[in-house]
């Protein structure tokens, strides 16, 4: 009896169980979300830089053919996919701005205290939680030529005189994508701007108050800087965010007209599921996954460090 | 007088505040009262295109109509069964890697941070190949299933980002005076932590759920009969149509944003410190 309990657990056995447990544990906890990713994503991953190698074509797929960096230079030696990246870059470059701003303009606002604070702060976050396909419908609408009520609001107050076709011409197509992907965006940064003008000390404000500062001024010297490292996250988020954004640009205007708002998601997903070239399709998709990259590294450096990432 | 010439001037910079802010809240609002005006009017009258801010009438016949001529409420179902499916499983798995990175310092550790910031920056753009091919040779196109699997690749690595986040905010300090108490490592988790994480956890599934029913792309690719679609594609198949039926596509976009809007009311609580920086992503 004492043999078998002393067999079971011996002290020092024991306690070399246990420290390997504990030393493993960390491991084994991860294990099922490791093994997950590596399913889910990694092998995907993989699968689209190996497919990037190939001409592969949906409907033939026998006659795959490995044809090694090929797709590569034929996608940076062709215009198409340059003139797409132009488009990412304006698409990005617009709806970071425009958000931002807009997310600064009504932080401002709500950093006031007035009567329906509440319920301008709701009415604000709207957008925020409303579906992506919600958003891209009701700006369809918005937007159409003949029923939209933004032509009916211009003409009526005398901007316009006859209807513009928005989302079908070169120039404001590219606006109207803009203006609703910020509309769903800005939330988001009003929220975090918000939060960071309330960490401001009201001891700077006395003092700038007892100096005599006007308005402008203690925006422009203790507002504004204050509000820097919250203005970085959210301007760096926003332009991840906005860089692989497909549903807006897709919905509205299928890229179009010409290929005036197809930017690389899109321009991904033609190439895929239009031509069914995949292989070329994979290249723009491990092109874009690099740029990506790019911007989370950047990303990863500047505020990594602030979170705890990185120790 | 000297008194008199501020106080008129704070009148007026409080009217001009006024001014901008409603300004300010109408135009960002508008858009949504619009899309409700218009699925509250009297279908092909084109009432909808005249009602810039105030409707002519009132009625439910969009709703009905659209009700009877298409699949909506097996979309808005079919949109439950694959978030709540894809949420089961990503929650427990993501909870326990997060406990790992939260409690536990060791090698490897930074790259799995690292990794997870990479894939949900991940563009679905690039995975959605893969899968289509993948999918095909395990028969999971147009498969509910399928579509489950997919939502995994990006709910994964946001929750696990968004459960780090909240655990960090627990101190370790409990589980150590369980463990000291006699508990084992585990049952210091399971007892002490896991009641403590109930909020973080339900704001983590309420995300997920915003999360699936925004997604749109890869339900688009993977599935293709009407009936395994999710409530974003069936949104989508209003746009194709030659004639717009603004009135019933408004109607239908309203009913797809209240089990949204229903969330992101119980959510608001939560939206504070940094769950917010996780909501940033669409």
């Not at chain 1, 509205?252 to 070329?280: H, M, N």
């Not at chain 2, 959605?128 to 690749?153: D, M, Q, S």
């Not at chain 2, 946001?158 to 370790?172: D, K």
Request: contains cysteine.
């Amino acid at each position: 009896m004492s043999q078998a309990v002393s067999l079971v657990s011996p002290p020092h056995s024991h306690s070399r169980f246990e420290t390997l447990l504990s030393r493993a544990l960390p491991y084994l906890l991860l294990a099922p979300a490791l093994i997950a990713i590596g399913v889910v994503i990694l092998y995907p991953m993989v699968y689209t830089l190996g497919l990037s190698f190939f001409e592969f074509h949906l409907l033939r797929p026998d006659n795959a053919k490995f044809i090694g960096l090929t797709n590569y230079s034929n996608v940076l030696n062709s215009p198409e996919f340059w003139r797409s990246l132009g488009a990412t870059v304006s698409y990005t470059l617009g709806t970071v701005i425009f958000s931002f701003l807009l997310g600064l303009v009504t932080a401002l606002m709500l950093n006031v205290d007035f009567r329906f604070r509440g319920l301008a702060r709701a009415l604000i976050v709207v957008p925020w939680a409303t579906p992506w396909l919600v958003t891209t419908l009701i700006w369809y609408i918005m937007f159409n030529p003949q029923i939209g009520p933004v032509n009916e609001i211009l003409k009526r107050a005398g901007v316009i005189q006859t209807g513009v076709s928005w989302l079908y011409q070169y120039g404001t197509a590219m606006i109207a994508i803009v203006i609703a992907t910020s509309w769903r965006f800005f939330p988001t940064a009003t929220l975090l701007i918000l939060a960071g003008l309330q960490s401001i000390s009201p001891e700077l404000y006395e003092q700038a108050q007892v100096d005599g500062a006007g308005w402008w001024a203690r925006f422009r010297h203790i507002t504004f800087p204050s509000l820097q490292p919250v203005n970085f996250v959210v301007l760096v988020l926003l332009t991840i965010q906005a860089f692989k954004v497909f549903t807006f640009a897709w919905v509205l205007t299928q890229g179009g007209p010409g290929d005036a708002t197809r930017v690389l998601s899109v321009f991904i997903y033609e190439e895929a599921f239009k031509f069914y070239r995949l292989g070329t399709a994979s290249t723009l998709a491990t092109l874009l996954f690099i740029l990506s990259i790019g911007l989370v590294v950047v990303y990863f450096r500047l505020i990594g460090k602030e979170q705890g990432v990185v120790e | 007088m000297r008194q008199a010439l501020p106080t008129l001037n704070k009148h007026l910079a409080r009217f001009a505040f006024a001014l901008i802010v409603i300004t300010t809240a109408g135009a960002i609002f508008y858009p949504f009262y619009w899309m409700i005006m218009a699925s509250l009017q009297p279908e092909g009258a084109s009432f909808a295109r005249h009602t810039l801010f105030i409707p002519a009438g009132i009625t439910g016949e969009a709703y009905i109509n659209l009700l009877l001529r298409k699949p909506m409420m097996l979309w808005v179902f079919n949109t439950f069964l694959v978030t709540a499916a894809s949420t089961a499983i990503v929650i427990p798995l993501a909870l326990l890697a997060a406990y790992s990175i939260t409690r536990f310092r060791f090698r490897g550790r930074t790259g799995f941070i690292f990794s997870i910031l990479l894939t949900q920056l991940l563009p679905v753009t690039s995975l959605v190949i893969p899968l289509f091919l993948i999918f095909r040779t395990y028969k999971l196109l147009n498969t509910l299933g399928g579509v489950t699997i997919a939502y995994v690749t990006f709910l994964l690595p946001f929750t696990i980002w968004m459960l780090w986040g909240y655990l960090q905010t627990i101190p370790g300090d409990f589980e150590e005076a369980a463990m000291v108490d006699g508990c084992s490592r585990i049952g210091a988790f399971v007892r002490v932590t896991l009641p403590i994480a109930v909020p973080g956890l339900t704001a983590a599934a309420l995300f997920a759920f915003l999360e699936s029913w925004n997604q749109y792309l890869l339900a688009f690719v993977l599935t293709s009969s009407e009936s395994n679609w999710v409530v974003s594609l069936g949104l989508f198949s209003f746009t194709s149509e030659y004639v717009i039926l603004v009135e019933q596509m408004m109607a239908a976009s309203v009913i797809a944003s209240i089990p949204a809007l229903l969330v992101f009311v119980t959510l608001q609580r939560f939206l504070r410190g940094g769950l917010a920086l996780g909501g940033l992503r669409g």
